[in-house]
């Protein structure tokens, strides 16, 4: 679900790693670790029943998480790509921007640890330096 980084492999020296299962794998592993613990007994036999019928709500909330991850990333606009949380936190413009958001989105902090490299789910990040003004460079 969280890929691996093609540019983590580069840095580190080995080849990417790919997955040979399929993502309903992992959303059904997911699925199994919510709720075979979940402490309402009826979710649980719910789950042992009919696992199938809360998969698909997991996938669709991953999914959901996602987006509005993106959508957060789009309110910091290029100012805040591929920067760490911390980074983000000292820049006054996109700590205030944060700041304003995080009420509506208070996972964003730890999605951006996970997602904030990988393009395959953060798709405002810029392989490109922060702080690199390529407007300037090419004129």
């Given amino acids: 679900l969280f890929s691996d980084s093609v540019k983590d492999a580069k840095e580190q020296g080995r080849k990417k790693k790919q997955s040979g299962s399929p993502k309903e ?3 059904a592993q997911l699925a199994n670790t919510i709720f075979s613990n979940d402490e309402d007994p009826k979710v649980r ?5 009919s696992p199938s019928a809360l998969i698909k709500p997991v996938q669709t909330r991953f999914g959901t998480l ?7 990333n789009k309110s910091l606009k290029q100012t805040g790509a591929g920067l ?3 980074e983000l936190q000292k820049n006054l413009q996109t700590k205030t921007l944060i ?3 995080f009420s509506k989105f208070p996972w964003w902090p730890d999605l951006h ?3 904030r490299t990988n393009p395959a789910y953060n798709t ?3 392989t490109a330096n922060p702080g690199q003004n390529y407007e300037s460079a090419a004129l």
């Fill in 25 to 27: 794998t992992y959303y």
């Fill in 45 to 49: 036999l719910l789950f042992q029943t």
């Fill in 66 to 72: 996602k987006r509005k991850y993106n959508e957060f």
């Fill in 84 to 86: 760490t949380y911390d």
């Fill in 99 to 101: 700041g304003e958001s």
């Fill in 113 to 115: 640890g996970w997602w």
């Fill in 124 to 126: 405002v990040f810029s």
